[in-house]
């Protein structure tokens, strides 16, 4: 995935559909909506693109988001939009699937995502704020045994609620601008080992809109590791392996 390429059009196809999927979740006013959905999964398929661009394999098997444990999965979003709609369905299969949902989202985010489950009717009892910080200090102290501890502390909080397991969602922006760049990427090296074997699964939301045009938090390097530290993608509402 690059900012820029000779003879590529993606980057203006990305702001045109961008664009586009504003002015139709304005006008439906509902996000889920089936052709807002429609217009979302345009910039998956560009942003797949991108991905392939950098020499990156897809498996052609999909995985749905039904059954997830012991996955690191990555999510581009090209947008607060494109971001919002791909993460409602996969936090319902979660809540469905009687798992806990953590999130560690910038705030307005955040609030914004919590109206949204209240709009659609899904229930918003087994989501909450888990403070990105708390894993980035785990992870500086005792590196991956920390990240492991903490992450079975929250699983013995799962046990005692009688959910199955939890869906850990994190945004790489956020972790960044609440901690810095060598933390949060020190983090990333050890998290899809950390969560192997347990009941638990990870996605990192990549702003590749901020990467490609202004690169305040999510620049070359973590892009690059993004790739290469994850081992799905999250790609319409299924889990491809990245080979």
Known sequence: MKPTCDGCNIKAWLEENRKSLIKLVSEKDNILNETVVN???LLDQFIVECVKCDKRKMDSKIMTLDDIFGIH???YYYGREHLLINLLPYIKHGVDNNELITVSLSKDIYDQLM???DFHGISRSGVKFFPVKNMVIANNKNGLEGVRQLLSALLEEVE??????ARVIGQPSFAIGETSKEDFLELEKVLTEA???LNASG???YDAFDYIHNREFID????????ETHSHLLYSNSLFKIN
Do not use: A
Request: charged fraction near 20%; aromatic fraction near 6%; glycine fraction near 6%.
């Open 160 to 165: 005692s609620n009688k959910y199955k397991g």
């Open 73 to 75: 999965s990555t999510f």
């Open 39 to 41: 217009k979302s999964q």
């Open 220 to 227: 070359e390097d973590i892009i690059n590791h993004s790739l």
């Open 203 to 205: 996605l990192c939301l």
């Open 195 to 197: 969560i192997i074997g």
């Open 115 to 117: 109206e949204l489950l």
